[in-house]
């Protein structure tokens, strides 16, 4: 028997590399454009699987299985945002300097005749304390740019993270042991 057809829709080429570690290769990657403004008091999770889910509706198709994925930073139970300029990136990284945080990476998968499956993973990161020049000098490499918490673990950032417990790929953006079985109860063969 074949393998189903995937659709990703994601924009982002670490979620493709991602999926590729997992031995698939989507048919088509058909990024999904919607509205990611967190509604008033949204807790980070649900807001975390709403969004994979509503990119996973947004590229809908009757052909295939759509995975999309969602990465949320969040402080307690306040929603970082992804840093588009530096002022912003910088309130992030003074925020999670020294102190625990969570990374909320949800992933949701329509199948064809329209029903959506979903999975949350959550892991803890902790920075060290970062001192004013360590700051600096993470700006300036502009590794935190559309990153959601002004960062990005796949990068100079590991070097200031003294632990994590949870999913490094998850943190990365597609956490690889829930996507796995999540596929998997959709039919897919994956080693
Ligand atoms: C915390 C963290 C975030 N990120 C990035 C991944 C994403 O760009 C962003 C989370 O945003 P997402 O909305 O999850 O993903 P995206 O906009 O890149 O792609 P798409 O919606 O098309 O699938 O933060 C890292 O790359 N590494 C990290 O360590």
Same mark, same amino acid.
């Given at each position: 028997?074949?393998?189903?057809?995937?659709?990703?829709?994601?924009?982002?080429? %670490?979620? =493709?590399? #991602?999926? &590729?570690?997992l031995?698939?290769? /989507?048919?088509?990657?058909?990024?999904?454009?919607?509205? *990611? +403004?967190?509604?008033?008091?949204?807790?980070?999770?649900?807001?975390?699987?709403?969004?994979?889910?509503?990119k996973?509706?947004?590229?809908?198709?009757?052909?295939?299985?759509?995975?999309a994925?969602?990465?949320v930073?969040?402080a307690?139970?306040?929603i970082?945002?992804?840093?588009?300029?530096?002022?912003?990136?910088?309130k992030?990284?003074?925020?999670?300097?020294?102190? %625990?945080? =969570?990374? #909320?990476s &949800?992933i949701?998968?329509?199948? /064809?005749?329209?029903?959506?499956?979903?999975?949350?993973c *959550? +892991?803890m990161?902790?920075?060290?304390?970062?001192?004013?020049?360590?700051?600096?000098?993470?700006?300036?490499?502009?590794e935190?740019?559309?990153?959601?918490g002004?960062?990005?673990?796949?990068?100079l950032?590991e070097?200031?993270?003294?632990?994590?417990q949870?999913?490094?790929?998850?943190?990365?953006?597609?956490?690889?042991?829930?996507?796995?079985?999540?596929?998997?109860?959709?039919?897919?063969?994956?080693?």
């Amino acid at each position: 028997m074949g393998q189903p057809t995937l659709i990703l829709a994601s924009a982002s080429p %670490r979620r =493709r590399e #991602l999926i &590729a570690r997992l031995g698939l290769e /989507p048919a088509a990657i058909n990024p999904a454009d919607i509205d *990611e +403004t967190p509604a008033a008091g949204e807790r980070p999770r649900d807001y975390a699987i709403r969004m994979a889910r509503e990119k996973a509706q947004a590229a809908a198709s009757d052909d295939g299985f759509v995975l999309a994925g969602d990465t949320v930073v969040a402080a307690g139970r306040r929603i970082l945002p992804k840093a588009e300029d530096e002022v912003t990136a910088r309130k992030c990284l003074e925020l999670l300097s020294g102190r %625990r945080h =969570r990374v #909320l990476s &949800a992933i949701a998968l329509r199948a /064809p005749d329209g029903h959506m499956r979903e999975r949350l993973c *959550e +892991t803890m990161v902790l920075f060290k304390r970062l001192s004013a020049e360590e700051i600096d000098a993470y700006l300036a490499s502009g590794e935190w740019e559309g990153k959601a918490g002004g960062y990005a673990i796949q990068g100079l950032a590991e070097g200031l993270i003294s632990r994590i417990q949870g999913s490094h790929s998850g943190v990365v953006g597609l956490p690889l042991y829930e996507t796995r079985a999540l596929l998997k109860s959709a039919g897919f063969q994956i080693v």
